[in-house]
């Protein structure tokens, strides 16, 4: 994979928080990414034409979408996700979406990892995710699924895991 091979994205965790929140503004669900040379593919439902007066005009159309992200379009929402987050802090400045919840902690779960491809899907909330693996004795294909219990136990360890930038640096004299 790129992100571990000289890449400018930094890891699986912000570039997979990134797409997230393009797909919670997109209104996709019942997702599926895949993982390309330059980017990744992602194809999921979207209901277009959500308005009108009556019932059957309210629900509007569903239809499967498929967008390339290439490269430079993860690096470009990857700078927007910051801007839109803000400064960290204890407070966030908004509320994040499921999507862009769920694949920030299974993309922390893959950089552990440290796949070679990545592959999965999700329906109704839960992820099956494919990574492939190489190591001295090759390469393997893994398995592993989240359901929505995961997700939400994932993102509630997540301030666990994070240790205060200001709180690892060492004392200065003076300070």
Do not use: N
């Not at 309210?58 to 239809?63: R, W």
């Amino acid at each position: 994979m790129r992100i571990y091979e000289g890449s400018p994205r930094q890891d699986f965790e912000e570039v997979f928080r990134s797409i997230g929140a393009f797909i919670d503004q997109r209104g996709m669900r019942e997702i599926l990414l895949v993982e390309a040379p330059d980017g990744f593919i992602v194809q999921g439902v979207v209901v277009a034409g959500q308005s009108g007066g009556t019932w059957s005009e309210s629900l509007g159309q569903q239809s499967k979408e498929t967008l390339t992200f290439l490269d430079d379009d993860i690096a470009r929402f990857m700078e927007e996700s910051v801007a839109r987050r803000g400064k960290p802090g204890p407070e966030p400045q908004r509320d994040a979406g499921f999507y862009e919840t769920a694949l920030r902690v299974i993309g922390r779960y893959m950089d552990e990892q440290r796949p070679r491809d990545v592959f999965f899907f999700e329906q109704d909330g839960a992820f099956v995710v494919r990574l492939f693996l190489s190591g001295q004795a090759g390469g393997h294909h893994t398995l592993a699924e989240f359901t929505r219990d995961d997700i939400a136990e994932l993102v509630t360890r997540g301030p666990l895991l994070r240790t205060p930038v200001e709180a690892s640096k060492p004392a200065t004299a003076g300070s």
